[in-house]
Protein backbone atom coordinates (compact mmCIF):
# COMPACT_ATOMS: atom_id res chain seq x y z
CA UNK A 1 0.00 0.00 0.00
CA UNK A 2 1.17 3.50 -0.68
CA UNK A 3 -0.52 6.90 0.89
CA UNK A 4 0.00 9.87 -1.12
CA UNK A 5 -0.15 13.53 0.61
CA UNK A 6 -0.43 16.43 -1.40
CA UNK A 7 0.11 20.04 -0.12
CA UNK A 8 0.69 23.39 -1.26
CA UNK A 9 -2.62 24.56 -3.00
CA UNK A 10 -4.09 27.79 -2.01
CA UNK A 11 -5.79 30.91 -4.08
CA UNK A 12 -3.83 33.32 -6.41
CA UNK A 13 -4.19 36.14 -9.07
CA UNK A 14 -4.17 35.04 -12.35
CA UNK A 15 -0.05 35.22 -13.61
CA UNK A 16 1.28 34.14 -10.36
CA UNK A 17 2.70 30.62 -8.92
CA UNK A 18 2.28 27.67 -7.03
CA UNK A 19 4.53 24.68 -6.02
CA UNK A 20 2.59 21.73 -5.04
CA UNK A 21 3.97 18.59 -3.39
CA UNK A 22 2.64 14.93 -2.82
CA UNK A 23 4.17 12.80 -0.06
CA UNK A 24 4.58 9.02 -0.55
CA UNK A 25 4.84 6.63 2.59
CA UNK A 26 3.81 2.93 2.74
CA UNK A 27 5.51 0.80 0.24
CA UNK A 28 7.18 3.37 -1.75
CA UNK A 29 10.12 1.02 -3.03
CA UNK A 30 7.35 -0.28 -5.15
CA UNK A 31 6.19 3.42 -6.67
CA UNK A 32 7.28 3.84 -10.53
CA UNK A 33 5.29 6.23 -12.66
CA UNK A 34 3.64 9.26 -10.45
CA UNK A 35 1.69 11.96 -11.71
CA UNK A 36 -0.18 14.82 -11.41
CA UNK A 37 -3.56 15.46 -12.51
CA UNK A 38 -6.93 17.67 -11.77
CA UNK A 39 -10.55 18.15 -11.91
CA UNK A 40 -12.13 21.38 -12.60
CA UNK A 41 -16.11 21.30 -11.56
CA UNK A 42 -18.77 19.80 -13.62
CA UNK A 43 -15.22 18.11 -15.91
CA UNK A 44 -13.46 15.11 -16.33
CA UNK A 45 -10.04 14.55 -14.21
CA UNK A 46 -7.13 14.89 -16.35
CA UNK A 47 -3.79 14.26 -16.52
CA UNK A 48 -1.52 17.21 -16.02
CA UNK A 49 1.88 15.51 -16.26
CA UNK A 50 3.75 12.58 -15.52
CA UNK A 51 7.05 11.94 -14.44
CA UNK A 52 8.94 8.27 -14.36
CA UNK A 53 11.51 6.21 -11.68
CA UNK A 54 13.94 7.47 -14.25
CA UNK A 55 12.88 11.36 -13.97
CA UNK A 56 11.91 11.57 -17.64
CA UNK A 57 8.50 13.56 -17.54
CA UNK A 58 5.61 14.80 -19.95
CA UNK A 59 2.82 17.24 -19.91
CA UNK A 60 -0.31 18.03 -21.05
CA UNK A 61 -0.25 20.18 -24.30
CA UNK A 62 -1.98 22.52 -22.79
CA UNK A 63 0.42 23.10 -20.48
CA UNK A 64 2.92 24.70 -23.08
CA UNK A 65 5.73 25.22 -20.42
CA UNK A 66 4.06 26.72 -17.49
CA UNK A 67 4.46 23.46 -15.31
CA UNK A 68 7.58 21.59 -14.45
CA UNK A 69 7.02 18.13 -12.61
CA UNK A 70 10.00 16.34 -10.54
CA UNK A 71 10.62 14.01 -7.98
CA UNK A 72 12.84 13.59 -4.85
CA UNK A 73 13.16 9.95 -4.29
CA UNK A 74 15.02 10.66 -1.25
CA UNK A 75 12.38 12.46 0.16
CA UNK A 76 9.23 10.49 -1.77
CA UNK A 77 8.38 13.46 -2.99
CA UNK A 78 7.07 14.59 -6.57
CA UNK A 79 6.05 17.78 -6.57
CA UNK A 80 4.42 20.37 -9.26
CA UNK A 81 5.84 23.48 -10.02
CA UNK A 82 3.00 26.41 -11.75
CA UNK A 83 3.93 29.53 -12.79
CA UNK A 84 1.54 31.25 -15.04
CA UNK A 85 -1.15 30.53 -13.96
CA UNK A 86 -4.63 30.95 -15.26
CA UNK A 87 -8.34 31.01 -13.93
CA UNK A 88 -8.75 28.00 -16.21
CA UNK A 89 -6.00 26.40 -14.01
CA UNK A 90 -8.72 26.32 -10.79
CA UNK A 91 -9.48 22.77 -9.96
CA UNK A 92 -8.19 20.35 -7.56
CA UNK A 93 -5.51 18.88 -8.16
CA UNK A 94 -4.48 15.14 -7.28
CA UNK A 95 -1.07 13.15 -6.85
CA UNK A 96 -1.32 9.73 -8.04
CA UNK A 97 1.42 6.80 -8.17
CA UNK A 98 1.66 3.54 -10.11
CA UNK A 99 3.25 0.39 -8.59
CA UNK A 100 5.11 -2.09 -10.01
CA UNK A 101 2.28 -4.30 -9.25
CA UNK A 102 0.27 -2.06 -11.65
CA UNK A 103 -1.97 -0.75 -8.63
CA UNK A 104 -3.01 3.40 -8.71
CA UNK A 105 -2.86 5.35 -5.59
CA UNK A 106 -4.65 8.27 -5.35
CA UNK A 107 -4.19 11.53 -2.84
CA UNK A 108 -6.82 13.35 -1.44
CA UNK A 109 -6.47 16.13 -3.78
CA UNK A 110 -5.88 20.14 -3.30
CA UNK A 111 -7.44 22.52 -4.06
CA UNK A 112 -5.69 25.55 -6.30
CA UNK A 113 -8.01 28.97 -7.19
CA UNK A 114 -6.55 31.40 -9.50
CA UNK A 115 -8.40 34.67 -9.76
CA UNK A 116 -8.62 36.88 -12.73
Known amino acids: QVQLVESGGGSVRAGGSLRLSCAAS????????MAWHRQAPGKQREVVAR???????DYASWVSGRFTISRDDAKNTVYLEMSDLKPEDTAVYYC??????????WGQGTQVTISS
Open 26 to 33: GSIGSIGL
Open 96 to 105: SANDIRGSVY
Open 51 to 57: INSHGSA
